[in-house]
């Protein structure tokens, strides 16, 4: 991964179906964004259902924002030659938070391992170029709790640092949430933990 350390790819919303042919065979694409492997299980069970007459229903996902766990599935083709070249691409493509599944239909003429390994990571190319593919932060969130009289010093370092407001409570007791790209993160903490009267902790 060539990625900076505070970012991920991912998509927002499922692709539009893909189609790749080999001799006879047809290998359907659908890329899905994903938190959990309870959702990866949901849209497996889903496509199984709008292809009950299908062969093979191959996938791989990835998930957590620092690629952290992935699963590839052959689905009862031969070992390594469907799973692992649609996880290849999921690599080649650096997204995370996705599933892609290939659905197979058998055509009637033996495609060999090559050409199953072709048809999988083609049709999975296929589905992520027609996804929407997105780059995000890594963000940290922050809770600043202050008194009303100290808001001109926490707005001033926020208008200064460019900083992401998700949410304030402007009362007596002020409450600011703060959204910190995980790089800046640290500075940020130290800048307003030195400012007396100003409390500050991340958000789990």
Known sequence: ?????????TIHQP??????????SKFF?????????????????????????????CYAWQLGKN?????ANDDGEPGNSAGMPIYGQL?????????VVVVRYFGGTKLGVGGLI???KTTAQMAL?????LTKTIDVEYEISFDYPNMNKVMRVIKEKGLHVKNQILELDC??????????????FKKFDSIYGIKIKEVE
Do not use: C
């Open 29 to 57: 694409g659908y890329a899905f964004p994903v938190k959990t492997e309870e959702e990866v299980k949901l849209h497996i069970e889903d496509l199984k259902t709008k292809h009950h007459q299908a062969r093979h229903w």
């Open 175 to 188: 409450k600011i949430y703060l959204l910190i790209r995980e790089k800046e993160a640290e500075a940020i």
């Open 91 to 99: 690599q080649s493509f650096e997204v995370t938070n996705i599933l």
């Open 1 to 9: 991964m060539d990625l900076e350390k505070d970012v991920y790819k």
């Open 15 to 24: 692709s539009e179906e893909v189609l790749f042919k080999d001799k006879g």
């Open 129 to 133: 170029e027609n996804s929407n593919i």
């Open 118 to 120: 072709n048809a999988y």
């Open 67 to 71: 690629y952290e766990h992935y699963r």
